[in-house]
């Protein structure tokens, strides 16, 4: 009859719409379980921060990272870190080179939970990019090249600025919402092209969010150029680091990788 057909509608209407409301209350649920499971992981990934645990604040880094892999709660944005990284002879002597890349393979392999792009620039007086927003995985397979020359920086920081503008331009081709910039500058010695804070406040000010880790290697003098580097940003944005001997600069890549935090 025509009453039963408009029950069994009815009814088949009215536990359609359970279903759904049912469907829609259990990922609202997954959502707030997901979100409350990042942030008690993330004040546990802080305090190891805060205790300078850096092997704790490794491992947790990289459950953060395989957290927000499963989930949809947060953001579309990745760091794009480029990498401007001293390859002058001077760079030949004492096993600096190998222990560069030592440190640089050890950075990546605290990132590879992430989505980071990864761009390397090696500069002696001209620059050479030899990755340009690479994943992780790919960074890791590629060689960084040989030390020659003598050190310029102005044009490995023209070179790092025309790659965050490349990411930027790249976004919906990586199909991201935005990019955290990561500078980070390691050389070894003496520029020959003097001050270049004039050119970090370029960098800074076309890149307003940047995140700047200038790093010496070794004992010689030139430290105080990139501290002055580090200064022309806001604290919380500019950091320089001095690691002396190649386990100190595996040790401060490590520090910088584990502090770059989690996006997804």
């Not at 990132?111 to 050479?128: A, C, G, H, L, M």
């Not at 804070?197 to 995140?211: A, G, R, S, V």
């Not at 002396?244 to 584990?258: D, V």
């Amino acid at each position: 009859t025509v009453e039963g057909n408009s029950r069994e509608k009815y009814q088949q209407l009215k536990t359609a719409r359970q279903n759904l409301q049912a469907e829609k209350f259990q990922k609202l649920q997954s959502s707030i379980d997901a979100s409350e499971s990042q942030d008690k992981l993330s004040r546990t990934y802080l305090d190891a921060l805060v205790r300078g645990d850096r092997a704790e604040a490794s491992r947790l880094y990289k459950d953060l990272c395989k957290l927000t892999a499963r989930t949809a709660i947060f953001s579309n944005s990745v760091n794009h870190i480029v990498f401007c990284l001293d390859c002058s002879i001077s760079m030949s002597a004492d096993n600096r080179w190998a222990d560069l890349q030592t440190a640089f393979q050890a950075f990546l392999s605290t990132r590879e939970s992430s989505r980071d792009r990864v761009s390397v620039i090696i500069f002696n007086s001209q620059p050479t990019t030899v990755m340009e927003l690479e994943d992780v995985a790919t960074a890791k397979e590629k060689p960084l090249g040989l030390p020659s020359g003598t050190t310029d920086f102005k044009p490995a920081l023209e070179a790092a600025a025309e790659l965050f503008e490349k990411g930027t331009n790249k976004l919906e081709e990586l199909k991201v919402d935005e990019m955290q910039p990561i500078l980070i500058f390691m050389f070894d010695g003496e520029n020959h092209d003097g001050d270049c804070t004039k050119e970090m406040k370029k960098l800074h000010t076309d890149n307003p969010d940047l995140q700047c880790h200038m790093i010496f290697f070794g004992r010689d003098s030139g430290a105080g150029t990139l501290q002055a580097m580090a200064q022309v940003l806001p604290d919380e944005q500019g950091h320089f680091h001095l690691s002396a001997t190649g386990i100190e600069l595996k040790e401060t890549f490590e520090e910088i990788a584990t502090q770059a935090g989690h996006t997804g």
